[in-house]
């Protein structure tokens, strides 16, 4: 079993940063990638930006690039999302994810079925 805990969340103005954090434990032998997903109130669960563990590599949502940056500690087993620039429309609960799909760790997965393993999340709130 893999466990997830989340941290960072918080009220912040628009204009503001915050980083989040998830530190895995647990049987992570088998992670491949990790990635932080978010889900505002009425919506889906969409993808952010994830991180091949091995390669180090990422990728993210187009839309947020430049302002949402994924990282990973490989010695904490911990990955990040700094988020800079928030606007309102970031507001959502924060998730955090782990894949143990091989085919993650040299390619991209979007998909929450690609992930087995979730955090409990962390609320994200923007004010204008």
């Known amino acids: 079993q893999v466990q997830l805990v989340e941290s960072g969340g918080g009220l912040v103005q628009a204009g503001g940063s915050l980083r989040l954090s998830c530190a895995a434990s647990?049987?992570?032998?088998?992670?491949?990638?990790m990635g932080w997903f978010r889900q505002a109130p009425g919506k889906e669960r969409e993808f952010v930006a994830a991180?091949?563990?091995?390669?180090?590599?990422?990728y993210s949502l187009d839309s947020l690039k430049g302002r949402f940056t994924i990282s990973r500690d490989n010695a904490k087993n911990t990955v990040y999302l700094q988020m800079n620039s928030l606007k309102p429309e970031d507001t959502a609960v924060y998730y955090c994810?782990?894949?143990?799909?091989?085919?993650?760790?040299?390619?991209?997965?979007?998909?929450?079925?690609?992930?087995?393993?979730w955090g409990q999340g962390t609320q994200v709130t923007v004010q204008s």
């Open positions: 647990g049987r992570t032998f088998s992670n491949y990638a």
């Open positions: 991180i091949r563990w091995s390669a180090g590599s990422t």
């Open positions: 994810a782990l894949s143990g799909y091989y085919y993650c760790s040299y390619s991209a997965c979007y998909e929450k079925d690609r992930y087995d393993y």
